[in-house]
C-alpha cells in the first residue's frame, strides 16, 4: 500500500528532489572502513527502470540524517542490484555503515555526466585507482568485460595505503583472468603478509609496458595521486584529451541548481564528476 502510495505521489509530482526507496539486498565489507551495498529497487517497474552510465553518481540519503554522493560501483550490465562501495568517513556515512540486510535507503540520481564511453571504444584503456578511487572505476572495468570486443587492451593499476586497505579484492583477482586484461596492485606501507608491489602507483609504470599511442587513461582517487599520475603520462606522451578524471567536490543539489560544487564556471555535478585534462587545465588550480 505505502509503495503504491509512493509511486503515484511521484507520478503525479515531478519533484527532483524525491528520493527513491531502495532495500538493502547484501552487505559485503570490502575493508576495515569500507564496505559494498548491493539495494533493490522497491519502487522500479519495466517503465521506470534506473539506467546509467559507468562514472555516473548517486545521492544517497538516510532519514533524519542526510544525503551524500556515492559514485555507482557496479556495471550497467550487471542484473544483481545497483551496487555502492561506501568508506566510513563522518555522520552519514557511519549511519549507512550500521545499515543491515533489509533495511532502506533513499536515493536520487543517476547524476553527472559518467566516461565517455564512445571515446573509449576501439581504444586500448589504462585505469589508474587509489584507495576508494577505484569504485566508478569498476563500474566500468566490469562493463568492459561485459562488452569485451569493444575495447581493446585493459591495464588496471590499483594502489592502497596497505595491503588491508584493498577493496574489491576478489573482482581484481578475476579481472587479471580475463583476455588482455592486466591488473597490477601496490601497496604503500609494507606489511609481513604482504609479498607483491611496494611503493606509489607512479611506480608501477615499469611493470605496466603502457604507449601512449592508442590508450585513454582513466585515473580515480586522492587528488594529489590523480596529480602525479597526471604528471607522469604528459610526460610519456599522452595527449591532454586521452588522460580522464574524476573531480571531487562537496555537493548539495547534485543537479546543478545550488552552485555548492562549482570550480570556475564548471558545476561538478552536472558537467563532470568525469573531466579530461584539458578541461581541468582552464579550470582554476584543480591539480
Ligand atoms: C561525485 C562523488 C562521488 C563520490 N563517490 C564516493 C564513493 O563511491 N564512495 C565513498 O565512500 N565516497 C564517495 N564520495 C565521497 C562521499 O560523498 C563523502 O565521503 C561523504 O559525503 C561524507 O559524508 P559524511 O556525512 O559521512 O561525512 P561528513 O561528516 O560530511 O564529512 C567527513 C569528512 O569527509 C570529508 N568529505 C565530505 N564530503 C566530501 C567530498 N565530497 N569529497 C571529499 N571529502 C569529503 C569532510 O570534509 C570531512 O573531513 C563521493 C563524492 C563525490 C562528490
Ligand atoms: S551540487 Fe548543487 S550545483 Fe552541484
New binding site residues.
Given amino acids: 500500500m505505502r509503495d503504491k502510495a509512493q509511486t503515484l505521489v511521484r507520478e503525479m509530482v515531478s519533484n527532483i528532489y524525491l528520493p527513491r526507496p531502495v532495500s538493502i539486498k547484501r552487505v559485503k565489507e570490502e575493508t576495515g572502513d569500507?564496505k559494498t551495498f548491493t539495494l533493490g529497487f522497491k519502487d522500479q517497474d519495466k517503465k521506470d527502470r534506473f539506467t546509467f552510465r559507468p562514472g555516473q553518481?548517486v545521492l544517497v540519503s538516510v532519514f533524519n540524517c542526510?544525503e551524500?554522493?556515492?559514485?555507482i560501483?557496479s556495471s550497467p550490465t550487471f542484473s544483481g542490484g545497483l551496487q555502492?562501495?561506501?568508506?566510513?568517513?563522518?555522520?552519514?556515512?557511519?549511519e549507512i555503515h550500521r545499515c543491515t540486510k533489509g533495511d532502506e535507503l533513499g536515493l536520487r540520481g543517476p547524476y553527472?555526466n559518467g566516461f565517455p564511453l564512445e571515446q573509449l571504444y576501439g581504444r586500448d584503456l589504462l585505469l589508474v585507482g587509489g584507495g576508494?578511487g577505484l569504485?566508478?572505476l569498476r563500474s566500468l572495468i566490469e562493463y568492459v568485460i561485459s562488452e569485451r570486443s569493444e575495447f581493446g587492451q585493459v591495464t588496471v593499476l590499483y594502489g592502497a595505503r596497505t595491503a588491508q586497505d584493498l577493496v574489491f579484492k576478489d573482482d581484481l583477482s578475476a579481472w587479471d583472468t580475463e583476455k588482455d586484461v592486466n591488473v597490477i596492485t601496490t601497496v604503500y606501507r609494507d606489511s609481513a603478509t604482504w609479498k607483491g608491489n611496494i611503493g606509489p602507483l607512479t611506480s608501477l609504470w615499469k611493470k605496466a609496458a603502457i604507449s601512449p599511442l592508442n590508450t585513454k587513461a582513466i585515473i580515480c582517487g586522492h587528488p594529489a595521486i590523480v596529480s602525479y599520475v597526471v604528471f607522469d603520462l604528459l610526460k610519456m606522451g599522452f595527449g591532454e584529451d586521452d588522460i580522464i578524471t574524476?573531480l571531487?567536490?562537496?555537493?548539495k543539489c547534485g543537479v546543478g541548481k545550488c552552485g555548492h560544487?562549482s570550480i570556475g564556471s564548471k558545476f561538478?555535478?552536472r558537467h563532470g564528476?568525469v573531466f579530461t585534462y584539458q578541461e581541468i587545465k582552464a579550470l582554476p588550480s584543480v591539480l
Fill in positions: 569500507i553518481f542526510g551524500a554522493p556515492i559514485s560501483c555502492l562501495s561506501i568508506k566510513k568517513m563522518g555522520l552519514l556515512t557511519g553527472g576508494i569504485a566508478p574524476t571531487e567536490r562537496h555537493m560544487c561538478t555535478c564528476p
